[in-house]
């Protein structure tokens, strides 16, 4: 078994992540996320909003409504080339995006992105390139399907009363720049924050959560002045390198992917990609999209978008910096980064997941030594849960306990013995050194508290 194998069956076995509805055989890309997977996903959107609201001088958070006026998405450029291309198998009907079939067969040695559809048909034709469910070389033409899933709003079913469960979040920070910049009096530069579901009709393979058609994205569009929006793009891309690190990722599994193909508006694009066990994938966006998604709303909405300088009475529309990461995304990539089999001394072998500590499930498990310290142990739970997320077990060697804690990344492991009655002592031990120290209970909250800071 391949080890993106083994993190999805420790998900599935551990809590973190259960096939979306399950005991009905699933429905294709869809996850739940279960007891251990909710807490690092909250961890994560924390940890986030901390570095890019809470610490961040002047960006400001907003949670706007999934669904919006259609003509947003008219604005946006949704309506009109949110679409993948996309060809039918004529021999076993199953549909495959037309840009995959080409990466996957030209590994590398061209980039459909920066080809027609025209120019795509042709290539598969040429190089025969196969289905990779029947093998079979016979294609439909390309269409361009929209990703955009609908719903109709009201009782009738028609067009009138078409809506979008939305694509992106950004179109939300967008459309709340005039309230946001009001109702904080805020000046440009500033930003603008969300957490927030989006939903995309995605046909190719999910791998997991790294592709779903629900998922959360986190995203920070900066408004500022032309003259100064290249210097801000940069510090962007540094950003959200310094807040992967920070979380503790191997600089190495990191890279920056600029684009080569811009979009018309763009002034300049970049992901970051992670390494992920299936390869170098998309984990992140920065994007420089100019003055395009305020004027098209300007445009579409009639308002104005305008922004008056008090300092110097110059009006413009602010041009924005996007920063935009999957949410479900970034767990698989913590998901794979904290992942280790490690041997230990005497042959004995673990699985550890080495989260940064912030980010863990649990804080910390309490582990009475025997079950007739239950009573001693709970009061430390309780004194412990009001402050963090704590586990507790009793069943099992103290060995097989320790090891289902490395499973799922607990920092910490506080045992209760007997002389714990005696003295108010616990030993504390560290998921990722085995060491064990001793601790009055009285001081445990502060020492627990110093280990998860982020
Ligand atoms: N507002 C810009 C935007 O939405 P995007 O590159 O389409 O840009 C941004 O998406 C991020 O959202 C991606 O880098 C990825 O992390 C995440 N994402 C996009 N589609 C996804 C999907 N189907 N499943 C999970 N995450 C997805």
Redesign the pocket.
Known sequence: MNNFDKIVNLCKNRGFVFPGSDIYDGLANTWDYGPVGVELKNNIKRAWWKKFVQESHNSFGVDADIFMNSRVWDASGHTASFSDPKMDCKSCKTRHRADNLIEAHAKGKVNPDLMSNEEMEKYIAEHKVACPKCGKSEWTNIRNFNLMFSTSRGVTDDSQNLIYLR????QGEFVNFLNVQRSMRAKVPFGIAQIGK?F?N?VTP?NF?????E?E?M?HQWFCKADTSMDFYEEYKKRAMDFLLDLGFNHEHLRYHDHDKLAHYAKAAC?IQYQYPIGWE????I?HRGDWDLSRHQEYSGKSMFYLDPYTNEKYVPNVI?Y???C???TLAVLCEAYEEQTLEGGDTRVVMHFHPAVAPYKVAILPLQKNLSDKANEVYTKLAKHFMVTYDEAGSIGKRYRRQDEIGTPMCVTIDFDTLENNTVTVRDRDTMEQIRLPIEELVDYVSKKVVF
């Open positions: 694509p992106e979040t950004a989006a995309r995605e999910g959560i790294f592709r779903t058609i998922f994205q995203e992901d998309e984990l992140n966006g994007h996007e935009s990461i999957g479900d995304r970034l």
